[in-house]
């Protein structure tokens, strides 16, 4: 299995300002995804984090908003840009192989004030 | 992917079984019926996931109908440690690209004393 590790686990942010989240694993994976769950909902993707290449996004998120960098097989960083109160949510990382499994953080919640 | 339909909640009293059923009737041929759960203020957990065969683990047990349009995933002997929300997801073969999971509503499974 892979351990996890995002920074911060949790911050205030005032509109307007951004916020980069970070994403470390233990080992080389070779997926790695961004998550948002907002309060009382479901997960819903908002990318796949390429290595080496820009990332995919999911209908509904677009890059300016959520930039994501990915500049190695162990490390992600996803920003949420230009904060609104409708992106206070839990942002979390996800990984896998090739293998079945999928591994994730422990979750980064974002309140937007 | 095929879409799933679950229950919103269940209860259970600890000590039982848990049996969460799940309606994949949509699904394809070569789609796998993924489990997972989320304890309150972590991140999603790997439970089990099977195609077409019963599987059996530590955690738990994939029971899958003959025709595979629905599955029940067993927790043998629940413990108020396995409240949490349960998804189950359908995702085809890594190896075809199918990578990123879908998350529903899932089941809320509360464990009772």
């Known amino acids: 299995s892979a351990v996890i590790s995002q920074k911060p686990s949790r911050d205030i942010c005032q509109r307007g300002t951004s916020l980069t989240i970070q994403c470390q694993v233990d080992s080389q994976v070779t997926m790695m995804f961004w998550y948002r769950q907002q309060p009382g909902q479901s997960l819903t993707l908002i990318a796949t984090a390429n290595q080496g290449s820009e990332a995919t996004y999911e209908s509904g998120f677009v890059i300016d908003k959520f930039p994501i960098s990915r500049p190695n097989l162990t490390f992600s960083t996803l920003t949420v840009s230009n904060l609104s109160p409708e992106d206070s949510s839990i942002y979390l990382c996800s990984v896998g192989n090739q293998g079945y499994e999928q591994y994730f953080g422990p979750g980064t919640r974002l309140t937007v004030t | 992917d095929a879409k799933t339909t679950q229950p919103t909640s269940m209860d259970c009293a600890e000590g039982r079984a848990a049996n969460l059923p799940c309606n994949h009737s949509?699904?394809?041929?070569?789609?796998?019926v993924y489990w997972y759960r989320q304890i309150h203020s972590q991140g999603p957990q790997y439970i089990i996931h099977g195609l077409k065969n019963n599987e059996t683990n530590e955690m738990a047990s994939l029971i899958i109908t003959e025709d595979r349009k629905s599955s029940t995933l067993i927790l043998p002997h629940a413990t108020l440690r396995d409240t949490a929300v349960y998804y189950c997801?359908?995702?085809?073969?890594?190896?075809?690209?199918?990578?990123?999971?879908?998350f529903g509503q899932g089941t809320r499974l509360t464990i009772n004393p």
């Open positions: 997801i359908v995702r085809g073969p890594i190896i075809q690209g199918a990578q990123k999971l879908v």
């Open positions: 949509t699904i394809s041929g070569n789609e796998y």
